[in-house]
């Protein structure tokens, strides 16, 4: 098989090759240099209650997510409905009384980052991904958990193992090119991010347009099982959890920061973000 058409899919689900790249456009100012900083914009739009700050920090594509605890079923909040609810909100604003980040894993542009914050009555538990745009580093995707005064996170012994279950399924998606593999693996909104691949710094597809992408491989009766995966991290957090993978393809390692939810007893991938960790990210 031709060896262009699988760099766009070697990594994870990104196989849209017949897919149109939409141009970035070129930001006036580059804005936050680090992971931190994009996450501190974050607490900032927070606790002041501004959605221009909370613009800065987030793409605009990023979706918020939380499992509800009664029923297990996931929440989604766009960007816009976040904005709106800031701008619409007639109380004063109340500020975190604390704040914590911490770096999970960076590698070049990209990043995986826990983020807790605590006010009087409650805490929120966050895994975000990050990744270096060409108008510098935005979170492009959030899962969270609420946690209650004097509660604990729920704790799932199986969850770690049922995690890499779940990776080890999307990784044989990409090596059969299956869509039926990616549709029980995944939300079916899940975006997936591409960060300097094949001199692109950075695009995104939905789920969808990289089925299509596996679907015309698998016409043609092509796979990809040469390509070596590695699982090297899973973190766990109630009903929410990330994991970061590698792969090399052709002398090059890529690697996967995925958000992972558990939606009525499921696992599944919910937001993804992958490329090349020695561009970018400098």
């Known amino acids: 098989m031709p060896k262009s058409l699988p760099l766009l899919l070697l990594a994870t ?13 070129t930001p006036a100012h580059r804005q936050h240099a680090t992971p931190e900083e994009a996450v501190q914009a974050y607490f900032r739009a927070s606790d002041t209650r501004s959605s221009q700050t909370l613009r800065s920090a987030f793409h605009p594509s990023a979706l918020m997510l939380q499992v509800e605890r009664d029923g297990g079923a996931l929440r989604r909040v766009t960007q816009l409905e976040w904005w709106q609810r800031l701008d619409s909100s007639a109380s004063p604003p109340q500020p975190a009384t604390e704040r914590h980040l911490k770096v999970l894993d960076r590698e070049g542009p990209l990043a995986l980052v826990e983020a807790v914050s605590r006010w009087p009555g409650h805490a929120f538990d966050d895994l975000m991904l990050l990744v270096e745009t060409p108008g510098g580093w935005r979170i492009v995707g959030k899962a969270f958990e609420r946690i209650e005064v004097g509660e604990q996170l729920p704790s799932v012994p199986s969850a770690e193992g049922d995690i890499r279950a779940v990776l080890a399924r999307k990784i044989e998606a990409h090596a059969a090119y299956s869509p039926a593999l990616l549709h029980q693996t995944h939300t079916p909104d899940c975006p997936y991010y591409r960060v300097h691949v094949k001199g692109i710094p950075f695009d995104w597809v939905t789920l969808s347009e990289a089925a299509a992408g596996y679907a015309d491989h698998q016409s043609r009766g092509e796979t990809d099982r040469e390509s070596p995966w590695r699982i090297l991290a899973v973190e ?15 002398g090059v390692r890529y690697i996967d920061h995925l958000l ?19 561009a970018g990210g400098r």
């Open 13 to 25: 689900l990104c196989a849209c090759t017949h897919s149109p790249v939409m141009p970035t456009p």
């Open 236 to 250: 766990v957090r109630g009903s929410i959890a990330a994991a970061k993978l590698d792969v090399v393809f052709e």
């Open 260 to 278: 992972l939810v558990r939606e009525r007893g499921t696992w599944r991938i919910a937001a993804a973000a992958w490329g090349d960790p020695k």
